[in-house]
């Protein structure tokens, strides 16, 4: 069993649905990434929370350690959106483990 | 507009070829990463490093692979001899461990071994 389980794997949407990717972890953890991957690019760290929930623009992550359970939320979700979302607890300092990935299509 | 960087970009070697990638850090980060990604395993750690002393390379095939950091500004990962399965995505991230575990990833390394 992998350390990391994200749901779902792939999601395809219509522009402005609201969006939720999952991620259940069974190592313990300080805290916890959530990164975005656009199709041959590189890797932006959207969030790194550790406890409640995080919002920057449309995007939203929310945390329960005591679950170890990770969601991340896109509100009015947008054809730019679409790439990979990949959660990456942190056990440890730093020492990231990581998702398999989501990957997101948003149509127009 | 500090970020982490990666040299090459790119890179198309044969096999048998050493191969070095090269990082540098966020002035100021005490922490290096190095990160493989394949559509088969998705990304892996390889190898970092805290204060340029490698902290954790079990990652890493040590039979082919180095990293090093020869000074605060620069980390290098080195294959030696290469082989095709080393193909894939080489990414490099730091982060400054006393304040904050988050961690800032560089454009990559798209490693293709023929």
């Known amino acids: 069993k992998n350390e990391v389980e994200q749901s779902p794997q792939n999601l395809t949407a219509q522009e402005g649905e609201f969006i939720t990717i999952n991620c259940s972890y069974s190592?313990?953890?300080?805290?916890l990434h959530w990164l975005q991957q656009h199709p041959g690019g590189g890797i932006v760290s959207l969030f790194m929370?550790?406890?409640g929930k995080k919002k920057h623009g449309r995007l939203i992550a929310t945390i329960n350690i005591q679950e170890k359970h990770s969601s991340l939320h896109i509100t009015a979700s947008h054809p730019r959106d679409s790439a990979v979302y990949i959660c990456?607890?942190?056990?440890?300092?730093?020492?990231?483990?990581f998702g398999q990935g989501t990957r997101l299509t948003i149509n127009p | 507009d500090a970020r982490v960087t990666q040299t090459p970009r790119h890179k198309v070697t044969e096999m048998g070829q050493e191969v070095t990638m090269r990082c540098q850090p966020i002035?100021?980060?005490?922490?290096v990463f190095w990160y493989r990604q394949t559509m088969m395993q998705g990304l892996e750690l390889l190898a970092y490093?805290?204060?340029?002393?490698?902290?954790?390379d079990s990652g890493m095939p040590k039979d082919r692979f180095s990293a090093e950091m020869p000074d605060a500004t620069l980390a290098t990962l080195k294959i030696q001899p290469s082989e095709p399965r080393d193909s894939a995505v080489y990414f490099c991230?730091?982060?400054?461990?006393?304040?904050?575990?988050?961690?800032?990833f560089g454009p990559g390394t798209r490693l293709t071994v023929l």
């Open positions: 990456a607890p942190i056990q440890g300092a730093q020492k990231l483990v």
């Open positions: 190592v313990g953890i300080s805290a």
């Open positions: 002035l100021g980060h005490n922490t």
């Open positions: 929370l550790s406890s």
């Open positions: 490093f805290r204060n340029r002393a490698p902290l954790d």
């Open positions: 991230a730091s982060g400054d461990r006393g304040r904050t575990p988050e961690q800032f």
